[in-house]
């Protein structure tokens, strides 16, 4: 596999996992339990792997500047930043949420996962953006 499609794959792991959160959102929201459990299993999974995929390709490229200027890089670099700094939160918040999700301590799941829910969804979709912005535009 060609390293500079890593960028691609990683775009399109974080869409899935947004649409993934999303649908376990709904899901529980029907009180679908076991949907919801697999759906929000496999949003996990997929945002492992995306993981795995940025640390490789940062490994071996480094990073990665905006050559843009005026207006639009204040509003990359502003989507960046917010971005950075909320997906160093999403692993422990995640791990966190679905070991209580799995223990069977749904109070204590539900009271994390009212943070873990949007901040995951923002980090999954604003990696979109940032893909997008850096390598599409």
Do not use: E
Not at 37 to 59: D, E, G, P, Q
Not at 112 to 119: H, Y
């Amino acid at each position: 596999m060609d390293i500079h499609t890593l960028p691609a794959v990683n775009a399109t792991l974080n869409g899935t996992a947004a649409v993934l959160l999303v649908t376990g959102y709904t899901l529980i929201r029907r009180k679908q339990i076991q949907a919801h459990k697999r759906v929000m299993l496999t949003a996990f999974a997929v945002s492992v792997a995306f993981l795995i995929c940025y640390v490789i390709y940062h490994a071996q490229v480094g990073s990665v500047h905006y050559p843009k200027t005026g207006p639009i890089r204040v509003v990359y670099y502003t989507i960046l930043i917010t971005h950075t700094s909320l997906a160093l939160t999403v692993p422990v918040l995640a791990v966190i949420t679905l070991r209580r999700g799995l223990k069977g301590d749904y109070q204590r799941h539900r009271q994390i996962a009212r943070w873990t829910f949007p901040i995951w969804l923002y980090v999954s979709v604003t990696g979109v953006v940032v893909y997008l912005m850096l390598y599409q535009l």
